[in-house]
Structure formats: structure tokens, C-alpha cells
Nanobody, 123 residues
């Protein structure tokens, strides 16, 4: 089993920044692809960003390109999501997830999920 714990969410004004973190523990089996997703009320969970097992490749949803940056520190089993120029439409619960396969995907086909952290952007 793998446990994921997110942190860093909160309330911020439009144009502000937040940095989310996600720490993995348990049987991680080494570094694996990780992703960030979000779910707003009444909407489906959507892909935000993903990073390969070694951090060499990153992927972003069009809606966050140029504003969000995903990064990882494998020695700490932690992945981050730096969110800049936040907009009210970024308001959602943000989840991190990890895949057991080394293939990065931008769908919700991840094996383990965190409990989520709320991000609220006021206008």
C-alpha cells in the first residue's frame, strides 16, 4: 500500500500563488509517475499536471500551462505543484496520485490517491 498526504491548500486572492505538496510513504516501490488532479463541485475530476518517475518529463492541462509547475524530490518521496496567477476557476479540491507503472498518463488511471486539499481562489 502507498499513502499520499497533500498539504498547502488554502484561500488566496486572484493573482496570488500557492504551493501544494504531496508526500508518499509505504510501499512506493521506488520513484513512480505522479500526477495532480482537481475536482470542483458538480464537476468531474480533471487532470492538472503529471511528472515522470525521474522528473525528466512534465505534462500540463492547457488551462494551467504557463501558470503551474510540477516538480519532485525523490529523496523525500515528495511532489510539488507551484500554482501562480491563480484564477477563481482554479477553485477545487486538489488530489495527488501515483501510478505503479512507469508510463505517465494524463487520465485518472492512477493507482493510489491522496485525500485532497482545498484550494479556494477569491475574485
Amino acid at each position: 500500500q502507498v499513502q499520499l498526504v497533500e498539504g498547502g491548500g488554502g484561500l488566496v486572492q486572484a493573482g496570488g500563488s500557492l504551493r501544494l505538496s504531496c508526500a508518499a510513504s509505504g510501499r512506493t516501490g521506488g520513484s513512480k509517475p505522479m500526477g495532480w488532479f482537481r475536482q470542483a463541485p458538480g464537476k468531474e475530476r480533471e487532470f492538472v499536471a503529471a511528472i515522470s518517475w525521474n522528473g525528466g518529463s512534465t505534462y500540463y492541462a492547457d488551462s494551467v500551462k504557463g501558470r503551474f509547475t510540477i516538480a519532485r524530490e525523490n529523496d523525500k518521496n515528495t511532489v510539488y505543484l507551484q500554482m501562480n496567477s491563480l484564477k477563481p476557476e482554479d477553485t477545487a479540491v486538489y488530489y495527488c496520485a501515483v501510478r505503479q507503472s512507469r508510463v505517465v498518463v494524463t487520465t485518472t488511471r492512477y493507482d493510489y490517491w491522496g485525500q485532497g486539499t482545498q484550494v479556494t481562489v477569491s475574485s
